[in-house]
C-alpha cells in the first residue's frame, strides 16, 4: 500500500504531530498539514480540502468534537479519524454519531497504530 494523500492532522502537541507524521509516511509519501487547534483545521480545510482528517479530541480554543461536528457540515463526506489518548466511550460514541471514521489510540505502540492507520486507509484510498 501506498497512500499519496494529504492529510490534515491537528493536534495541540507537536511533539504529537511530528510522531503521527512519521508512522503516516510509513505508507506512503502522503503530503501533511499541520493544525495546532479546530479552528486552525476548518480554516485549512476550506482551503486544501485534504483526503484525511486525523483530529485530537483534546484541544484548546475548539476540542475536536466541536471541530468534527464542522467539518461534517461543512462537508459531509470528509474522512476523519479521532486521535486521543484516553478511552472515554461517551467521547468515543459521539464521535461516531457524528461521522468520525474511527478513533486511534495516540498511546498505543508505534505498531498498533501503523496498522490501525493502515486498516482506516486502504479501504478508502485503494492504491492505484
Do not use: W
Not at 39 to 45: F, N
Amino acid at each position: 500500500m501506498a497512500f499519496n494523500g494529504t492529510v490534515l492532522l491537528v493536534d495541540d502537541e507537536p511533539h504529537i504531530r511530528k510522531f503521527i507524521s512519521i508512522l503516516l509516511k510509513q505508507l506512503g509519501d502522503p503530503s501533511i498539514i499541520e493544525a495546532n487547534n479546530g479552528e486552525e483545521a476548518l480554516e485549512i480545510y476550506q482551503h486544501k480540502h485534504p483526503d484525511l482528517v486525523l483530529l485530537d479530541v483534546n484541544m484548546p480554543i475548539m476540542d475536536g468534537i466541536e471541530t468534527l461536528q464542522k467539518l461534517m457540515d461543512m462537508d459531509p463526506d470528509c474522512t476523519v479519524v479521532m486521535l486521543t489518548s484516553m478511552t472515554n466511550r461517551q467521547t468515543v460514541d459521539e464521535a461516531a454519531k457524528l461521522g468520525a471514521a474511527n478513533y486511534l489510540r495516540k498511546d498505543a505502540r508505534k505498531e498498533e497504530i501503523i496498522e490501525s492507520l493502515r486498516a482506516i486507509i486502504e479501504p478508502r484510498f485503494p492504491s492505484e
